[in-house]
């Protein structure tokens, strides 16, 4: 049980009405734990609004178990404009893990990052919070190992080249340093590269994770979803899915670029996943998501079209 250390980064924009929702991830951490966690709430100097949120929380039954970290952008302290749906949403997402990893994290360490408007359900964090979850990673025997471990990802797309699902992920500490992408000229550089544009949906999950793949795959000619090799090199460097909720993600619409709508909550669901079941989970949660069970937009996650 000591031997694994997760740190879990809270990260995006801290909403005050996610004061809710992250006192109940906590408590249920703390709750499930069998693993060493530390729980971090990590925001930019921009973000006013996070540190409303760490007064009321430092009030709460919780406090003592947040470690809140502030950084400064230098995205937007360089003046440049933030868009969600290019390059500089990667940048954004990159930035605040750099800079926990800059405290002096062990590159053994085990990184869980995840956001405040996001609900995880009881038997993903069991899951995760037992170092059982551990071995999955290990991908010593596997044909096309790049990285140390494999990272964890909720599930992968078959339709798109590189389509990885980042509401949230595992990996370790000395495996992030790699992946991470806060160059602006880096970032915009990968974004209109042709390799990841030949299909004409380039998108942030497709550069999120494949930095250190880049070389082994554009000499191999990895650079679609029907390439020879690329299942073998996904899944020797990934691990995906293996949640036993029928709920698979659960966001809340409390920004414009949720992909449900803004107002909207948004449940990804498997076909295990029973009518039953649906109602009852998003009638358990609309205390935390603040959001009416008349405003949730539905997506099934076929196996067709996802590995999970």
Not at 27 to 42: F, G, L, Q, T, V
Not at 68 to 87: A, C, I, P, Q, T
Not at 162 to 169: A, G, N, P
Not at 238 to 252: A, E, L, R
Request: charged share 30%.
């Amino acid at each position: 049980m000591k031997n694994i250390n997760l740190h879990i980064c809270i990260t995006g924009l801290h909403f005050m009405k996610s004061y809710e929702n992250i006192e109940h991830l906590v408590e249920r951490i703390e709750k499930y734990k069998n693993i060493n966690i530390k729980i971090n709430m990590i925001h930019d100097t921009t973000d006013t609004e996070s540190y409303i949120l760490k007064k009321a929380l430092n009030k709460s039954k919780v406090a003592s178990m947040i470690n809140w970290v502030e950084y400064e952008s230098k995205f937007l302290k360089s003046g440049h404009d933030f868009k969600s749906m290019n390059y500089a949403s990667l940048i954004m997402q990159h930035e605040p893990l750099e800079h926990y990893l800059s405290l002096g994290i062990s590159s053994n360490d085990y990184i869980f990052r995840c956001r405040g408007d996001y609900y995880l359900t009881d038997e993903f964090l069991k899951m995760i919070l037992d170092e059982e979850f551990y071995l999955r990673l290990d991908n010593k025997k596997d044909n096309a190992r790049i990285l140390d471990k494999k990272i964890w990802v909720p599930y992968i797309g078959k339709s798109y080249f590189l389509h990885f699902c980042d509401y949230f992920f595992i990996l370790e500490a000395g495996c992030l340093k790699d992946i991470l992408i806060t160059n602006n000229k880096e970032a915009s550089m990968l974004w209109s590269d042709p390799y990841f544009n030949k299909d004409k949906k380039c998108f942030v999950e497709r550069l999120f994770f494949t930095k250190p793949l880049l070389d082994f795959m554009k000499r191999d000619n990895i650079n679609s979803i029907s390439s020879e090799g690329y299942w073998d090199v996904l899944e020797s460097n990934f691990c995906y899915g293996g949640d036993p909720s029928p709920i698979k993600t659960c966001f809340y619409g409390w920004r414009k670029s949720a992909w449900q709508g803004l107002g909207n909550l948004g449940i990804k669901f498997d076909l295990n996943a029973t009518r039953d079941e649906i109602r009852y989970f998003t009638k358990t949660i609309e205390k935390y998501s603040k959001i009416p069970e008349n405003k949730v937009r539905y997506a099934l996650l076929s196996q067709d079209k996802f590995k999970f």
